[in-house]
Each structure stands twice: as structure tokens, then as C-alpha cells.
Nanobody, 127 residues
Framework: QVQLVESGGGLVQAGGSLRLTCIAS????????MGWFRQAPGKEVNDREF???????????RYEDSVRGRFTVSRGDAQNTLYLEMNGLKPEDTAIYYC?????????????????WGQGTQVTVAS
């Protein structure tokens, strides 16, 4: 069992920046890929959108097209902390952002491969 806790969300003006953090506990000895997903207002859980992912060790990353070049995903040295640096935020980035983990490689993992999820942190971008 892996527990995930996100933080760092908030209200920001368009063009601004935020840094999200996710801390994982449990799952000792497992080398998980960690990822960020988001659920926009009015969308269902099944419509949760992939944002970015990074594998164990940080060698490989993957981004959704709309955030590539604006968002940067990274992990702490201990591999149990996940970050999402978000720059150039747009109103369409408004969503609840979730952290999740999967044993699959970040280049291959689909949303359904992610086994554990956090409770989410709200990001609101005002125009």
C-alpha cells in the first residue's frame, strides 16, 4: 500500500507559476513510476487527464502535449517525492491535480496502470 499526499495548489493569475509536491509513503522496495493527472471542473473521474510522468531514477519523463515546454516533472533524490513545476499557467490548466504511482515504465504506463492515487490539490488559474 502506498500513500500519496499532494500539496502546493492555489489560485494564480494567468501567466503565473506554481510548484506542486507529492510525498509518497509505504511501498518500500518498490521502484514506482510517479505521475501527475488532472481533473477539470465538471469532468468525471474517468475523464481524468494525464499530465506528466517520470520513472524511477528520473531518466525518462513523458508529458501531455498541452503542457510540454511549460511544465517540468521531477523527483527528489530519495525518489519518494514528486514535483511538478508549472510555468506559463493558463485558465484551461484549472483542475484538481492528482499524484499517482505505477510499477510500469513511465514511457509505457496508461492511466489504468496507476495503482495508487492521492486526494488531489486544487489549481485555479484566473484570466
Amino acid at each position: 500500500q502506498v500513500q500519496l499526499v499532494e500539496s502546493g495548489g492555489g489560485l494564480v493569475q494567468a501567466g503565473g507559476s506554481l510548484r506542486l509536491t507529492c510525498i509518497a509513503s509505504g511501498g518500500a522496495g518498490r521502484r514506482y513510476t510517479m505521475g501527475w493527472f488532472r481533473q477539470a471542473p465538471g469532468k468525471e473521474v474517468n475523464d481524468r487527464e494525464f499530465v506528466a510522468a517520470i520513472n524511477w531514477g528520473g531518466r525518462y519523463t513523458r508529458y501531455e502535449d498541452s503542457v510540454r515546454g511549460r511544465f517540468t516533472v521531477s523527483r527528489g533524490d530519495a525518489q519518494n517525492t514528486l514535483y511538478l513545476e508549472m510555468n506559463g499557467l493558463k485558465p484551461e490548466d484549472t483542475a484538481i491535480y492528482y499524484c499517482a504511482v505505477t510499477p510500469r515504465d513511465s514511457r509505457l504506463a496508461a492511466k489504468n496502470d496507476y495503482l495508487y492515487w492521492g486526494q488531489g490539490t486544487q489549481v485555479t488559474v484566473a484570466s
